[in-house]
């Protein structure tokens, strides 16, 4: 009898250390957790049983309680065992959904749990005896038996379960299950040999304890630092893709400027040379543009905001694209460029074409970059399975090849290989990565083969579905005709609404190219005005980001004017996927991205305005009759502005070639000065309003207009001014418009003296 109480005095000081060691630490809220509180309060208080019921019988074995509390003690080792059969079960059932587990445990433990009372009154009903044969203590009686066979089948159903679901539960999460089975045999061998020893509170408090090792607890409060780590670089990560975002968004302005002045000189009687250096200016532009899109599209999916926009679209004219853009990037290299398409592909296919495109694309102009000589082969095929077309696009080419050692290196973002040859070749090492995640995003494949001074080979695998339509059903077969007459509209009546003075004169500068003078408005409301005051119009084009009005509120107010049926696309620097279809939801017709490209600018006026195929004379006689340009700063007069003292702005910090280089010549930066002037006279009002109402989105937008003209004028310090307000107000920085507002002020004002004074007004 002693020797028992041995072992229930040392099993107690466990379990109780255990209980303190436990419950001290924080624990993940999971299932197992929950089990195991359960267990180690139920071994407590069966633990308890056992000692008083030990006890008693020693020290009085007629005592009337000690039945009753032998009684409970039975009842511990069934709720111990319907405790373990849960764990059993919960373990053969566990999902990786937390919820999910907690759901079918909620539902198990109810039912364990009326189950556990019945047959708790059961064994509490039935009678048990207590004999003290020789000084040692024997418990038995149908309560006794009773509960050792529940104990037998739940062991039972244990050996069962884990058999049947071996695979799942034959891992270390059922070393507790199975020390109980290996334990409880070996104790029913001593306990039939040595009947004074009890050992079975101390075999579960051992199994409790065996089991502690094997439940998943992590360490909680590194799972917390974790957390707020992981949220820190989340939001530095959001913080960066805004700023990307942001950027090429600055970037793209300027960059609208540049390449829209461009091609407007081409239109102009240049020398060859200054053709030539034009060209270069396109080219070089183009360039800025393709790294500020990579960097932005990285940083979109690296915050997974990339979405794949699918559509029904025909494949074959995207080949021919592509296959027209290669052999513009061939330009003198003297290779072979093969291409192979296959015709069994389904006219109308339906897919993501712009990524499926600027994929394809990037292993064209790398294959193009990276030989000098041989040839570029580019091949097509399809396997058609059901509704499916899985294309399977190859690029191969017999260029400089790559190491074995940087293949596996060749997707990841800034990785260029082999420097010293390729010194010359421009690239940001952004192609292929995020080529890679974007095949991937379309559940496709990438595979590449190449062998070290012979050439490459990447081929691309995506699987598209088919749309059981025809070209002329999907309207595609007029897209399909290349540009070959000339487009010219004189008599086109086209609105362009932008609260950029700059931007207006850049869209002026493309449509003269089509021999369309548009009337320009530079707000929302003026545009509506126009609308409201009966005017009709061919085409408008409307910048969205617009300050008081954006370009989607000004739609909504012109859909809701009787009889408006106009055209209206949508201008916007903001060139994210998926941009395209949120402005035609929001109603738009198209969606033109700035900057504008001339020919996508074509695709636009060929798609709205009657076109105007005019014979040669007929041309010549409409390019006459032209009328005289009605722009925003035709007030001013032009001859007047040109002859000014540099001097006056130069003195003043205005960084006039900075100017020179963005706007051309001296008679442009004359005019948009006296825009700047008038644009002020109601912008620095709205700005001081904005600000006294606290309404920073508004704010931002007209701060964010002032900086773009400040650069453009070479206004520096304005222009970095504003830029801080621009930040501040678009994180709703409140203290920091306010507490820098003043110094503001003082520069837009010095500069309007330094303006006037330039311009004699
Ligand atoms: P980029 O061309 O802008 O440097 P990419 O991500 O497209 O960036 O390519 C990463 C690198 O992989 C390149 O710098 C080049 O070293 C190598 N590479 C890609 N395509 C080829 C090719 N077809 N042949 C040889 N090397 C290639």
Redesign the pocket.
């Known amino acids: 009898m002693f020797d028992s109480l041995y072992f229930q005095i040392i099993s107690c000081i466990y379990i109780v250390l255990l209980a303190i060691v436990y419950f001290s630490k924080a624990r993940i809220n999971s299932v197992e957790n929950k089990i195991y509180a359960y267990l180690i309060i139920v071994n407590i208080i069966g633990m308890a049983f056992d000692l008083a019921s030990t006890y008693l019988a020693i020290v009085d074995i007629s005592n009337p309680y000690l039945n009753i509390i032998s009684k409970f003690y039975l009842v511990y080792i069934i709720a111990f065992m319907m405790l373990f059969s849960s764990y059993a079960l919960m373990l053969s059932h566990k999902t990786d959904d937390e919820a999910e587990n907690f759901k079918y445990f909620r539902r198990l433990s109810r039912k364990f749990f009326m189950f556990f009372v019945g047959i708790s009154l059961i064994s509490l009903a039935l009678p048990l005896y207590n004999h003290n044969i020789n000084g040692t203590v024997y418990t038995d009686g149908p309560s006794a038996t009773f509960a050792y066979v529940i104990s037998g089948i739940c062991i039972f159903s244990w050996i069962v379960l884990i058999f049947k679901n071996r695979k799942k539960l034959l891992n270390k999460k059922a070393i507790p299950l199975l020390t109980i089975i290996l334990l409880g045999i070996i104790c029913i061998i001593i306990q039939s040999n040595m009947p004074g020893i009890l050992l079975f509170t101390s075999l579960f408090i051992f199994a409790t304890i065996v089991m502690y090792f094997t439940i998943e607890n992590p360490d909680v409060k590194m799972i917390e630092q974790l957390e707020i780590a992981k949220n820190e670089a989340d939001r530095a990560n959001n913080a960066k893709t805004d700023f990307l975002s942001n950027m090429s968004h600055e970037i793209r302005t300027p960059l609208n400027a540049i390449i829209g002045f461009s091609q407007g000189l081409l239109e102009e009687d240049l020398s060859e040379e200054s053709k030539n250096e034009v060209q270069d200016i396109i080219g070089a532009s183009n360039s800025l543009l393709e790294i500020v899109n990579g960097i932005l599209d990285i940083s979109k999916i690296e915050a997974n905001k990339l979405e794949i926009v699918n559509k029904e679209y025909n494949f074959e004219k995207i080949f021919k694209e592509l296959v027209n853009l290669s052999h513009g990037r061939l330009g003198e290299k003297p290779l072979d460029f093969r291409y192979q398409y296959d015709h069994s592909i389904p006219p109308v296919l339906y897919g993501d074409y712009v990524r499926v495109k600027q994929i394809v694309l ?2 064209l ?3 193009i ?3 000098r000589e041989g040839y570029v082969s580019f091949n097509v095929s399809s396997v058609i399975k059901d509704d499916i077309c899985r294309l399977i696009i190859s ?1 191969e ?1 017999s ?4 190491k074995e050692e ?1 293949i596996e290196k ?2 990841s ?1 800034f ?4 420097l010293e040859k ?1 010194i010359t ?11 890679k995640k974007l095949v991937e995003l379309m559940n496709g494949k990438i595979v590449v083969q ?1 062998k070290y001074g012979e ?2 080979k ?1 081929t691309i695998a995506i699987d598209q579905r088919i749309i059981p339509k025809t070209l002329e059903e999907l309207g595609l077969s007029e897209n399909n005709k290349e540009f070959t007459d000339i487009f010219v509209a004189p008599n086109a009546k086209i609105l362009v609404v932008d609260d950029n003075a700059i931007n207006i004169k850049v869209a002026q500068r493309l449509l003269k190219s089509f021999e369309i003078i548009p009337e320009t408005v530079m707000s929302g409301q003026e545009c509506i005005n126009k609308i409201l005051d009966g005017k009709k119009y061919d085409l408008i084009l409307l910048d969205d980001m617009m300050p008081k009005m954006t370009g989607t509120e000004t739609l909504k107010n012109l859909k809701m004017i009787m009889g408006f049926e106009t055209p209206v696309v949508a201008l916007t620097a903001n060139a994210i996927s998926g941009m395209k279809e949120k402005y035609l939801e929001a109603g738009f017709n198209d969606y033109l991205s700035k900057p504008i490209d001339k020919n996508e600018l074509e695709t636009i006026l060929r798609k709205f305005i009657e076109a105007e195929d005019i014979m040669e004379q007929e041309l010549k006689d409409a390019c006459n009759n032209i009328p005289q340009s009605d722009n925003i700063v035709s007030e001013v007069n032009v001859e007047e502005l040109k002859d000014h003292d540099i001097s006056i702005l130069v003195n003043a910090g205005v960084d006039i070639d900075h100017s020179l280089e963005l706007l051309g010549d001296m008679e442009t930066i004359n005019e948009t000065f006296a825009a700047f002037l008038e644009e002020s006279e109601t912008r620095l009002p709205n700005i001081k309003n904005y600000k006294d109402v606290v309404d920073m989105p508004n704010y931002a937008i007209l701060v964010h207009a002032m900086k773009s003209d400040s650069k453009y004028l070479g206004m520096m310090t304005l222009a970095d001014l504003a830029y801080n307000h621009e930040m501040a107000s678009k994180s709703n920085d409140v203290e920091y418009v306010n507490d820098h507002y003043d110094e503001l002020m003082c520069e837009v004002n010095r500069m309007l003296e330094v303006i006037k004074q330039y311009l004699g007004r």
């Open positions: 990037n292993l102009t790398n294959a970059k990276y030989t690029v080419d260029g400089i090849g790559i940087n060749l997707f973002k990785e260029r290989f082999d390729n070749i421009e690239g940001t090492g952004l192609g292929l990565a995020i080529t190449s050439g490459s990447f």
